[in-house]
Nanobody, 129 residues
Framework: VQLQASGGGLVMAGGSLTLSCAASGRTFSRAVMGWFRQAPGKEREFAAAVSWGGGTTYYSDSVKGRFTISRDDAKNTLYLQMNSLKPEDTAVYYC???????????????????????WGQGTLVTVSS
């Protein structure tokens, strides 16, 4: 099982980027998937998550209204559309997925790194002021 994140880069404040996470090794259509990020010198933090089926999304307060998580299960790919980027969004972004098949969690668990079993290698997003 492998998650491959891509799409990071350097962007000016106010700009946009779209991250992709290509999953392989199994079908992830019934997996919970999410994005976490880790800024220099800080702990990894939750950014966004989407339930299997794509019906429910979760966002941290810091990205809500600016980021949109989505999934294309036919392509086994997860996306994160990031708009109105700020310098404080600078971080390595990691995609993640749980190992279960169609499991639904209490809302709070979508925000926790421990819910996720598979992790991508990360893609760096740098936002300049």
């Amino acid at each position: 099982v492998q998650l491959q994140a891509s799409g990071g880069g350097l962007v000016m404040a106010g700009g946009s980027l779209t991250l992709s996470c290509a999953a392989s090794g199994r079908t992830f259509s019934r997996a919970v998937m999410g994005w976490f990020r880790q800024a220099p010198g800080k702990e990894r933090e939750f950014a966004a998550a989407v339930s299997w089926g794509g019906g429910t999304t979760y966002y941290s307060d810091s990205v809500k209204g600016r980021f949109t998580i989505s999934r294309d299960d036919a392509k086994n790919t997860l996306y994160l559309q990031m708009n109105s980027l700020k310098p404080e969004d600078t971080a390595v972004y990691y995609c993640a997925a749980d190992r279960n098949n169609g499991r639904t969690y209490l809302s709070a668990l979508y925000y926790r790194a421990g819910t996720y079993d598979y992790w991508g290698q990360g893609t760096l997003v740098t936002v300049s002021s």
